[in-house]
């Protein structure tokens, strides 16, 4: 009996020294409990006390959908959230192509929430005929920004730019003004 105390105590020693985050951790203390308390006394036991357990666990997942996208068993990340930060990734991608390409070194700022402009705007170059800045758009992309287009005014230290964001045909264009 001693030696098996002592093989469960080394057991749950070792989960917490590797940092198992799996969610069942809390399963298998609970069974070890049972078992160290003589309250399980053969497999059929122990097996019937795991079912308890993962009933009510299956019956969590079928109430409470998902809410977000996991990052870990611990964290859960809006996500709303995650296509913000990929639309500022859109667009941080796109300027500096434009700032590589054109040997510049403009730093711009944007609030995709207070700078995004409406789907149908129309844009164009400062230049009679000149055709905007376009750049490919990386190929990750979420499924909820997928098949649409998002422009944003770009705020500049001389100068003001709009990009547009095709995810539908996957291209960044940067442009001088808004057509009126």
């Known amino acids: 009996m ?12 070792g989960n917490v020294l590797l940092c198992r985050t799996d969610e069942n ?18 497999e059929e036991e ?27 068993g611990n964290m859960e990340i809006p996500q709303g959230f995650i296509e913000e930060i990929m639309l500022y990734q859109y667009i941080e991608y796109g300027v500096r192509k434009y700032n590589e390409d054109k040997g510049k070194n403009n730093r711009y700022s944007v609030d995709i929430h207070e700078d995004m402009l409406p789907y149908g705007t129309e844009f164009a170059m400062k230049t009679a005929g000149g055709k905007p800045y ?18 944003f005014i770009l705020h500049g230290q001389d100068e003001t730019k709009y990009i547009s964001i095709d995810t539908y045909n996957m291209k960044i264009y940067l442009y001088d003004m808004i057509v009126e």
């Open 2 to 13: 001693a030696g098996f105390m002592i093989g469960i105590l080394v057991f749950l020693v």
């Open 25 to 42: 951790a809390g399963e298998y203390l609970s069974k070890m409990q049972q078992v160290q308390q003589g309250e399980c006394s053969s």
């Open 46 to 72: 122990t097996q019937q006390a795991e079912d308890k357990n993962e009933a009510p666990k299956e019956a969590d997942k079928d109430t409470k959908p998902p809410q977000g996208f996991r990052i870990s």
């Open 134 to 151: 376009k750049t490919d758009l990386a190929k990750e992309l979420l499924p909820e920004l997928s098949d649409n287009i998002f422009n």
